[in-house]
């Protein structure tokens, strides 16, 4: 959320040092392609200007606040021509602000909403999967089923094991897999999220489960890393063994 917040900012200063750095050439006539012009320190001016702009635009889009284009260009032009200031600094920095704290609060209701729809998806979800053939439910809510049933030993907590596994989520949208890149997994059983510390300490090596683990037992309420919050996670996981045990 913070990195956002700091998004206009950051390219706003560095589109300032581009432009400042950058030789002055005309922009091309309205419907004209750009003008073909050799090259000079810094890159060409017009395109290093389109995408200075166009970065700025898009991340002033993205913050959702409506923005007067004309003041923008305003700003701009008296900023680089050494114009005094059509407002204050300190009405600058009152307006920035707002536009922070603005921002600040629309992201905090999207993040909001985000975590409640994944919630009541996650519980019809987890609600309908309970009643599938072959599946059953632990004390912790992991919903397992058997694809099938090894016949090495169980990993305890303190193991490290090999695994295969694909990560899913329950629209169906793969998030990892250690099948897709060709080398299984090797962990610590403890070192994992709480769903599968659980299964594993259910599994015989040569297994094959598909689990479904709810939020709470995943990533939980705020999600971690590009994990979305309250979000379900489905795999097909494979124990192919425990390192320093043979696999049978």
């Known amino acids: 959320m913070k990195t956002k917040l700091l998004t206009i900012g950051l ?4 589109a300032g040092v581009a432009w400042a750095q950058a030789p002055q050439k005309s922009a091309p006539a309205a419907g004209a392609g750009p003008a073909a012009a050799p090259a000079v320190p810094g890159g060409d001016k017009t ?32 900023a680089l021509g050494d114009a005094k200031p059509a407002i204050t600094e300190a009405e600058m920095r009152e307006a920035l602000i707002g536009l922070q704290k603005r921002a600040q ?7 909001k909403a985000e975590t ?13 999967n309970a009643k599938k053939p072959g599946f059953k439910t632990t004390k912790s809510g992991l919903q397992y089923k058997v694809i099938k049933d090894g016949t090495g030993a169980v990993p305890k907590a303190t193991d490290t094991v090999k695994t295969h596994y694909t990560g899913t989520f329950i629209d169906g949208k793969k998030f990892d897999s250690s099948v897709d890149r060709g080398e299984p997994a090797v962990f610590g059983v403890t070192q994992v999220i709480p769903g ?3 299964a594993l300490q259910m599994m015989k090596v040569g297994s094959k489960w598909q689990l479904v683990i709810p939020w709470d037992i995943a990533y939980g309420a705020d999600g971690g890393g590009r994990m979305p919050p309250n979000k379900v996670l ?15």
């Open 47 to 78: 395109k290093v200007g389109y995408a200075i702009g166009f970065q700025v635009g898009s991340s002033l889009k993205e913050q959702g606040e409506p923005i007067d284009l004309k003041a923008v260009m305003s700003g701009m032009q008296d």
């Open 234 to 248: 489905l795999f097909d996981i494979e124990l192919l063994g425990i390192e320093g045990e043979s696999v049978k």
């Open 196 to 198: 599968w510390t659980e």
């Open 11 to 14: 390219v706003v200063a560095l």
């Open 116 to 128: 409640e729809t994944n919630k009541k998806e996650g519980e019809a979800f987890l609600a309908a």
């Open 105 to 111: 609060a629309r992201m905090m209701e999207q993040a």
